[in-house]
């Protein structure tokens, strides 16, 4: 019995596999691992990218500015340009023939109104010296001149420029025939005119030896002889302050380095400004025919313009006066179109040789006008022929159009540019920045004192 169950059991157990597809028994294969994915540097070469984006960068910043400074630079110039451009445009339509000739007009009137004034004062010295020749008693020195009128050709002497062509004329002048004075045609001037004419004068009697003509007497020139107390202090006068007492504003004879064998320069006296004795070294003002300021180192160092109008006078005058000893004061005074005016003050003015470049000293700014000197000190002179200033990119004085002691900036002044008129107002013009910026002024004048 129970090995048919057994038998029975083994039937059953292998129909039960037949009917499940278990009769092969198939071996598990072995579990695997999986295989890692390839590595893929990506983290290590943006790594690199960055590196060497970083050291690309350190290397063309310096070249990335320079090129925009240059650009900048480049913009600048042709701005610069474009405005050089329009001035010259305006300056050649200001030069028009019809335009010339009211300035030659103009100036011609101008001269002949002070030839007139020369006359009338020579005329005024004729009634004080008459040209009759000394007694033998007389034993006092004189000068003793007649009087002439002067030769159309001495309107040459009124431009305000140097004396040299004057000599020759003068000295020619006795070779005219006198012309004889009467006593009601003139009337006895002034004392202290007497002196300051004889000033001014001085050089046209300085002739070395005694000079006569024929036995009338009518004019006899002795440089040997003395003149008088006014006359001598007229000769020694370096500046305005050696004037004697009394003296007027006006045009003077000078000798700046205090050499009496230097030919006089002509210079304008200011005798009533704050007490006077200034000696005027430069004046802008709204004159026709306008004198041209931009002119070149020449020019600057010799003085140019007329004394009693617009003009500069002389950078070498002013280092003979600055250098030997007296101390200056410098005094400016500006005047606006609207009626305006100020002043500044400096002490210690002076100027150094030619060599030195006429590099400019001040010190102790006061006044009202404020300090537009403050970045011109110690800087040389600069003008459109000579640039001195520390910019190696530009010249000031072109820019500017206007000599001046510019210095690295160009500075906070330009008294000597291009005369704008009222509706003005650019970097070219004539201007004092603390005072009215870049405002175009109706008046300047530069005087120096002996303090």
Known sequence: MAARWSCAGVLLSAALAASCGCGVLLEPEPETQPEPPPSVPGASINGVFSIISLAVQRELRPAVSKLE???????SRQSLLESMV?????QTLKNGQSQKTEQLSSQLASQQSQLNEVRAQLNGLASEEPATGPSNEDTSPRVHFGVRRPAISL??????????????????????????????DTS?????????LFGRLDSFFNVRGARSTDSQGTIQRRCSADRSAAGAAQTAARDCSDLHVGSTSGTYFLRPSGNNTQQPVEAYCDMDT???NWTVIQRRADIEPRQDFYLGWTDYKEGFGNVAQE???GLEHLYQLTSLGRQYELRIDLEAFDGNRSYAIYQGFRISSEVDGYRLSVTNYSGTAGDGLMENVNYQFSTEDRDSDQLSTLSCARVHRGAWWHGQWCGLSNLNGRYSGASGGS??????????AME????TEMKIRPT
């Open 427 to 436: 970097r070219t013009g004539i201007w004092w920045f603390p005072w009215r």
């Open 155 to 184: 309107t040459r002497r009124l431009r305000g420029s140097r004396l040299d062509s004057l000599w020759p004329e003068l000295l020619d002048d006795s070779n005219s025939e006198p012309e004889q004075e009467s006593a009601e």
């Open 69 to 75: 400074s240059q650009m900048e630079s480049m913009n």
């Open 311 to 313: 003009f500069w006078w």
């Open 274 to 276: 704050a007490g006077g």
């Open 86 to 90: 329009s001035v010259l445009t305006t």
């Open 440 to 443: 175009s002024l109706k008046r």
């Open 188 to 196: 006895a001037a002034p004392a202290h005119d007497h002196a300051a």
